[in-house]
C-alpha cells in the first residue's frame, strides 16, 4: 500500500495525527494528537458530571432503580442544558478527524509521487 493510503488509515482508525506521525511530520501530527486529546478531555468532563449527578440522584432514590428511569434520566441529561464548551469539543475533534486524514492523504500522496520512479 502506498504512504498515503496507510497514513490516511491511520489518521481514520488508530488515533488522529497518527497517519501525520507515520508520514514524519512530527509537529503537525503532534499537534492534531494534542486537540484531540484536550476535546476528547473537555467532553469526557461534562459526560463524567452528567453520570455522577444520575449516580448521586440513584443513591439518594430520587431515581428508581429501574431501567426506564434511569434511561429517562439519561435522555433528560444530555438533551438538555449542554454547555457551548461541548459543542466546541465536538467541532475540534470532528476537524481533527477528518481535516487530519485528508492532510496526511494529501501529504502521503506528494511523497508518493516523490519516491515513484520516472519512467523516461
Known sequence: MSKSVNATL????????VGHLYLGKKAIGWSIIAACFVSLC??????MQRAQTIADDIVAGNIPLDFYSIYDAVHQSV??????????????????????????YIMGKKIDEANKPSNQ
Open 10 to 17: 491511520l489518521n481514520a482508525f488508530v488515533c488522529p495525527g
Open 42 to 47: 473537555a467532553i469526557m468532563t461534562v459526560v
Open 79 to 104: 438533551t438538555t442544558n449542554l454547555p457551548a464548551s461541548l459543542d466546541i469539543a465536538v467541532l475540534v475533534l470532528l476537524i481533527c478527524w477528518i481535516g487530519g486524514s485528508i492532510s496526511a
